[in-house]
C-alpha cells in the first residue's frame, strides 16, 4: 500500500460531490478492478449495488446513481468529459445496458441494479455501499463494501480511529519530518526554522519522489482550479436538479466589471464571484478539485484568485506555498476528525476549507508558523456546529453560498492572525478536537441526509 499524501486532499473529478459521486465512482471502479484481476468479468451477467445512509438519502441529487455507473463502466473520473458523463448515464437508463469495464455487456436496468437503502446506516461509516456481482445462475461470483470517507478518499475497511483508516496509513520512515498533529508541526518548523510549506514540501519529495514531481502537482492543481472557475464564470443558466437554482457568477461578474463608483469593499465582492463560479460549476456536475471536497471546493480557489488578482508583490514561489500549506492543514483535519459532511456537517467541508485557505493566505503574507496556525485556528473556530442540510439534496443551497463566506472569513482569519505573535488562546489542535466532537454529538438529520434544517423547511415545488 501506498503512503497517504497530503496532496491526496486535492482530486480532480466531476461533480457534484466528493463523497457522493466522486467517491462512489472510484469504489466502483476499484471493484470492477478486482472482477478483472480475478478472471471473473466475463461470467458476469449482472451487478447490484446497494446505497446505505446518507449516500442514498441524497444520493439521486448528488448523482450516485451516475457515479456508479460510469464507474463500473471503467471511466475515469479524472479525465471523464461532464458531457460524455452524462450522455453515458442517459444512455444505461434508457437501454438497460452496461458495458462493464468498457468490455463486457452486461443487462443493468438503474432502477431494480442501485438499491437507496436511506433507513439503513452500516456502522462503520454513514456512506456504505455493497457491490455484487452474479452470473447467469443468480449465484454470486465476488462483493465488495467500501465506504466513501470524504473528499473522494475510499475505504474498504475502517476502524473507528480515522488514523487506522484504509487510506489514511501512516509511513513515518518515509517522511524526513513525521507529524500527527499541529503541534507536532510547528516544533518540525521552529526547530529545523522552515516554514510549513518547506516541511510539506520535503516529505512530499520523498513520497512523490522529486520536488519536480511536486511542483508538477501544483501546477496542475492550480490550473484546473482555474478552469473551474473561468468555465464557472462564463456559463449563464439555472442548474440542473429541478429547483431552478440560477447561476449567479457570471451576471455578477458583468456587474462587478461594468461599476465606476469607489468600493472599498469591492475585492470582496470578487471573492464571492471566484467561489461561486466554481461551485456552480460543481454543481452542475463539471470537473472540479477536491478542496478538500466537491461541496467546498469554491473556497481555497477563491482565495487562491483573491491573492493573484487583488495583491501586489507576491513572492515567485506563492503559489507553491498556498498550495503546500492548505494540504497540511487540511490533512490534520483528514487525520484527526474527518472531512465528511455525513459525519461532521458542514463544518467538516466549509469550516475545513476555510480554516486551509486562512493558513495559506497567511503563509503567503509572510506569517510566521505560529501565526499561520492560529490563521487555521481562527476560520475553523467560527464555522464549529454548520449543519449540513441541502435542499432537494442537491449541492445548491445553501452551499453555493457557503463557500462564498467561507473564503471571506479565511480572508479575515489571515489579516486577524498576522497581525498577532500567534501566542492565541486556543490552539488548533483543540479546535480540531472539538470539531469532532460536535460532528459525532450532532443528530444525523443535520449531516448530509437532507431530513433537517433547511431541506425540511424550504418547500421545492
Known amino acids: 500500500m501506498q503512503p497517504f499524501s497530503v496532496l491526496d486532499l486535492f482530486k480532480v473529478g466531476i461533480g457534484p460531490s466528493s463523497s457522493h459521486t466522486l467517491g462512489p465512482m ?3 471502479g ?17 451487478v447490484r449495488v446497494n446505497l446505505y445512509g446518507s ?22 473520473a479524472a479525465t471523464i468529459d461532464p458531457d460524455e458523463a452524462e450522455r453515458q448515464f442517459r444512455v444505461t437508463q434508457a437501454e438497460s445496458t452496461l458495458l462493464l469495464a468498457g468490455d463486457h455487456h452486461i443487462r443493468f436496468n438503474v ?99 522529486s520536488m519536480d514531481a511536486v511542483e508538477d502537482w501544483v501546477r496542475d492543481i492550480c490550473s484546473a482550479m482555474q478552469q473551474c472557475m473561468q468555465r464557472g464564470m462564463a456559463a449563464e443558466g439555472p442548474l440542473p436538479g429541478g429547483i431552478r437554482v440560477q447561476r449567479r457568477a457570471s451576471r455578477m461578474a458583468k456587474s462587478l466589471r461594468a461599476r465606476t463608483l469607489k468600493d472599498d469593499l469591492l475585492t470582496l465582492d470578487w471573492v464571492s464571484v471566484y467561489a461561486l463560479a466554481v461551485n456552480e460549476e460543481n454543481a452542475s456536475g463539471g470537473r472540479v478539485v477536491t478542496a478538500p471536497t ?36 487540511g490533512w490534520l483535519y483528514k487525520r484527526n476528525a474527518s472531512i465528511s459532511a455525513a459525519e461532521m456537517g458542514c463544518q467538516g467541508e466549509i469550516g475545513v476549507a476555510s480554516s486551509m485557505a486562512a493558513a495559506g493566505m497567511a503563509a503567503v503574507m509572510g506569517g510566521n508558523p505560529e501565526q499561520v496556525e492560529h490563521a487555521a485556528e481562527i476560520a475553523m473556530e467560527h464555522h464549529l456546529g454548520m449543519t449540513c442540510d441541502p435542499i432537494a439534496g442537491l449541492v445548491q443551497v ?64
Not at 470492477?32 to 458476469?44: D, M, P, T
Not at 452500516?122 to 461470483?141: K, Q, V, W, Y
Not at 488562546?425 to 466532537?437: A, K, N
Open 30 to 46: 476499484k471493484f470492477v478492478e478486482h472482477l478483472v484481476q480475478q478472471g471473473l468479468l466475463n461470467q458476469v451477467t449482472h
Open 398 to 461: 445553501p452551499c453555493i453560498e457557503r463557500n462564498a463566506f467561507g473564503a471571506v472569513k479565511a480572508i479575515q482569519a489571515a489579516r486577524m492572525a498576522i497581525n498577532e505573535p500567534g501566542d492565541h488562546c486556543v490552539s488548533l489542535d483543540e479546535c480540531i478536537e472539538t470539531m469532532r466532537q460536535t460532528g459525532e454529538d450532532m443528530v444525523s438529520k443535520y449531516k448530509e441526509t437532507a431530513q433537517g434544517g433547511l431541506a425540511v423547511n424550504v418547500v421545492v415545488c
Open 111 to 209: 432502477d431494480e441494479c442501485i438499491r437507496f437503502l436511506g433507513d439503513v446506516f452500516l456502522p462503520e461509516h454513514p456512506n456504505g455501499m455493497r457491490f455484487c456481482a452474479l452470473d447467469s445462475n443468480g449465484i454470486e461470483l465476488a462483493a465488495q463494501t467500501w465506504y466513501s470517507v470524504g473528499g473522494g478518499a475510499i475505504a474498504s475497511e475502517l476502524a473507528k480511529n480515522s488514523a487506522q483508516r484504509d487510506l489514511l496509513q501512516e509511513f513515518p520512515d518515509l517522511r524526513e519530518f513525521p507529524f500527527a498533529n499541529a503541534e507536532e508541526l510547528i516544533a518540525h518548523c521552529l526547530a529545523q526554522n522552515l516554514s510549513i510549506a518547506d516541511i510539506v514540501a520535503r516529505n512530499e519529495s520523498r513520497l512523490q519522489g
Open 55 to 76: 449516500l442514498a438519502l441524497t444520493g439521486v441529487g448528488h448523482a450516485t446513481d451516475k457515479a456508479v455507473i460510469l464507474g463500473l463502466a471503467g471511466f475515469d
Open 294 to 329: 466537491n461541496g467546498s471546493a469554491g473556497v481555497i480557489p477563491a482565495v487562491m484568485a483573491h491573492l493573484e488578482h487583488h495583491h501586489e508583490g507576491m513572492a515567485e514561489d506563492w503559489l507553491s506555498t498556498f498550495l503546500l500549506t492548505c494540504a497540511a492543514i
Open 26 to 28: 472510484r469504489a466502483a
